[in-house]
Structure formats: structure tokens, C-alpha cells
């Protein structure tokens, strides 16, 4: 069975500071991970996805994520927080097997001036 | 352009009254999904397809039931909504192709039943 873990349901940071946000993962097979924000009211975007090619993901808007399998973690970064990244994040991971995505119960970034 | 459509995007019904959620894509994937959001606790799997007439039931399939007839549609029924259906839902479809493997989500639908 596969499962999320993201540290923290509130981060709060300032304009211009770094954004880290955590994600942590289980799985028995080689996972598939992604990144998805959801603006108020909106759907689900896809920030930048892990699929066992270069382990340093970059994405849009600025995000990046490491995949690290010796700390089964996949967290999140940008260097400088903009007003507009203020959104909820979701990590999920699947197992490539296309029968299910696993999210994360979300974190919500607030960024404040 | 590719993408995952769903309707309506919102829907207010009351208790037992039968409701179908469309979902469609244009982008020939095999297989799709149906997942509802609440607050607290992310995205839940409630069915699936991996093909026309092959569906199985996800992580919270009580309540729900889909059909697939045709590649492109994935329809979500509730034939007797309760309030703890109270949702937003989203379809998706899945490409997995190599290094395009990703799931292409439909913009939601807010469902709530009084």
C-alpha cells in the first residue's frame, strides 16, 4: 500500500522568503510522485512530476522538488515566495500502475507581505 | 487542446434525489477516475476504469456508482444522495506513456445535498 505524508496543514511565510513545503511517502515499489496546487476555487494544477528519470525536479512557477529514496521524502521548494503562491499543495504518489493516486490531505501556503 | 471536462461545476440537490456528473475526454486515454476532495483529508479514490466496460471500486465507493460505454465519458452517479456527499469532486484521465505518465484533472464540480 502507498501513502502520503505532508508536515503541516499551514505554512506561513513572507514575500521574498523560501518555501519549503514537506512530503514524505510509503511504497513497496519504485514510486511515480507529483505536485499539484489548487488555487481558491480552481482545480488541480500540476506543478512538476518525479518519474524515475533525474531525481532534481523542476516544475512551473519556480517550484522544484528533490526526489531523496533514502528519506522516502519529495518535499517542495521555491527560493522566493510571491503573494500569488498562495494556494493549497498536494503531494500524491501513484505506483505507476495507473490504478490509483494517493494525495496527501494538503497544505495550505499563506504568504503574507 | 487536451483536457478533462466535467458537468456542472456546481450542483445544490436535496436528499435522494438521482444526480449523474459528466466527465470527458478528448485525449484517448484507457483509463480514468472519479476522486472526491473534503477538507482534512485530500483527494479520495472513489472509482475507477481502466477501459470501456472494465470498472473497480476505489478507496470510498459507498453511495456511487459509474458506467463506461464509451472511451471518452466516465459518468459519476449518486442515485440517492445523502449529505455526507457533500463534496467537490474531479475526474481524471491518465496518460502512461513513458515519461508523459500524469493524470490530467477535470476543474471540479461542487456537489452539495440538503
Known amino acids: 500500500a502507498q501513502s502520503v505524508t505532508q508536515l503541516g496543514s499551514h505554512v506561513s511565510v513572507s514575500e521574498g522568503a523560501l518555501v519549503l513545503l514537506r512530503c514524505n511517502y510509503s511504497s513497496s515499489v519504485p514510486p511515480y510522485l507529483f505536485w499539484y496546487v489548487q488555487y481558491p476555487n480552481q482545480g488541480l494544477q500540476l506543478l512538476l512530476k518525479?518519474?524515475?528519470?533525474?531525481?532534481l525536479v523542476k516544475g512551473i512557477n519556480g517550484f522544484e522538488a528533490e526526489f531523496k529514496k533514502s528519506e522516502t521524502s519529495f518535499h517542495l521548494t521555491k527560493p522566493s515566495a510571491h503573494m500569488s503562491d498562495a494556494a493549497e499543495y498536494f503531494c500524491?504518489?501513484?505506483?505507476?500502475?495507473?490504478?490509483?493516486?494517493?494525495f496527501g490531505t494538503g497544505t495550505r501556503l499563506l504568504v503574507s507581505p | 487542446e487536451a483536457q478533462v471536462t466535467q458537468n456542472p461545476r456546481y450542483l445544490i440537490t436535496v436528499t435522494g434525489k438521482k444526480l449523474t456528473v459528466t466527465c470527458s475526454q478528448n485525449?484517448?486515454?484507457?483509463?480514468m477516475s472519479w476522486y472526491r476532495q473534503d477538507p482534512g483529508l485530500g483527494l479520495r479514490q472513489i472509482y475507477y476504469s481502466m477501459n470501456v466496460e472494465v470498472t473497480d471500486k476505489g478507496d470510498v465507493p459507498e453511495g456511487y456508482k459509474v458506467s463506461r460505454k464509451e472511451k471518452r465519458n466516465f459518468p459519476l452517479i449518486l442515485e440517492s444522495p445523502s449529505p455526507n456527499q457533500t463534496s467537490l469532486y474531479f475526474c481524471?484521465?491518465?496518460?502512461?506513456?513513458?515519461?508523459?505518465?500524469?493524470?490530467?484533472f477535470g476543474s471540479g464540480t461542487r456537489l452539495t445535498v440538503v
Open positions: 518525479y518519474t524515475s528519470a533525474a531525481t
Open positions: 481524471a484521465s491518465t496518460s502512461h506513456s513513458g515519461t508523459n505518465y500524469g493524470y490530467t
Open positions: 500524491a504518489v501513484s505506483s505507476g500502475s495507473f490504478q490509483k493516486l494517493v
Open positions: 485525449m484517448n486515454h484507457e483509463y
